[in-house]
T-cell receptor, first 111, second 114 residues
Framework: KNQVEQSPQSLIILEGKNCTLQ??????????LRWYKQDTGRGPVSLTI?????NTKSNGRYTATLDADTKQSSLHITASQLSDSASYIC??????????FGTGTRLQVFP | DAGITQSPRHKVTETGTPVTLRCHQT?????MYWYRQDPGHGLRLIHY???????DKGEVSDGYSVSRSKTEDFLLTLESATSSQTSVYFC?????????????FGPGTRLTVT
């Protein structure tokens, strides 16, 4: 069964600190992996998309890694800001055009 | 929100009434999607369209129908709303097939069925 699991479910950090969110997946055949940021009351917005051959991809203070052998990805946020408070969703795309969404990690950044 | 609007943004309706949600895009993208988002679940695909009058079912299509008569508009209809359809509904668009192209999401519609 195709699944995407994210951890932790929620996370609280202080402004300025770093954090790492995890995504494990069992999706086959794999096409790509995406990280989205969803602010409260808004639609998801794409942060990164990585294909099988990409190990790391950055978007400003966000850096995503992918290990296709172990089927794991992580999203690292550097020097967190209050505006980073949001849900972060991992999405794995199969070659069949099917997108499998994780349930997200809710991040809260406090001053 | 990438030139995507959804209407209404909020709606409260009674069980058994029909409801239509509208998604409008100004990007001229070929693909359009309807998802629902519920606590404890990832976004789940209801229906999608790959062109005018071309639609297909997603994983949770029961109780929903869609129509696309113009490139820019994609309508989601609940023929007879039930409490289990209380959810936040998101429209998304992409230029091409989902596994190759970015998906852009609208702002969402919060639907409550009482």
């Amino acid at each position: 069964k195709n699944q995407v699991e994210q951890s932790p479910q929620s996370l609280i950090i202080l402004e300025g600190k770093n954090c790492t969110l995890q995504c494990n997946y069992t999706v086959s055949p794999f096409s790509n992996l995406r990280w989205y940021k969803q602010d409260t009351g808004r639609g998801p917005v794409s942060l990164t998309i990585m294909t099988f051959s990409e190990n790391t991809k950055s978007n400003g203070r966000y850096t995503a890694t992918l290990d296709a052998d172990t089927k794991q990805s992580s999203l690292h946020i550097t020097a967190s800001q209050l505006s980073d408070s949001a849900s972060y969703i991992c999405v794995v795309t199969a070659n069949t055009d099917k997108l499998i969404f994780g349930t997200g990690t809710r991040l809260q950044v406090f001053p | 929100d990438a030139g995507i609007t959804q209407s209404p943004r909020h709606k409260v309706t009674e069980t058994g009434t029909p409801v239509t949600l509208r998604c409008h895009q100004t990007e001229n993208h070929r693909y359009m999607y309807w998802y629902r988002q519920d606590p404890g679940h990832g976004l789940r695909l209801i229906h999608y369209s790959y062109g005018v009058k071309d639609t297909d079912k997603g994983e949770v299509s029961d109780g929903y129908s869609v129509s696309r008569s113009k490139t820019e508009d994609f309508l989601l209809t609940l023929e007879s709303a039930t409490s289990s359809q209380t959810s936040v509904y998101f429209c998304a668009i992409s230029e091409g097939r989902p596994f190759s192209y970015e998906q852009y999401f609208g702002p969402g519609t919060r639907l409550t069925v009482t």
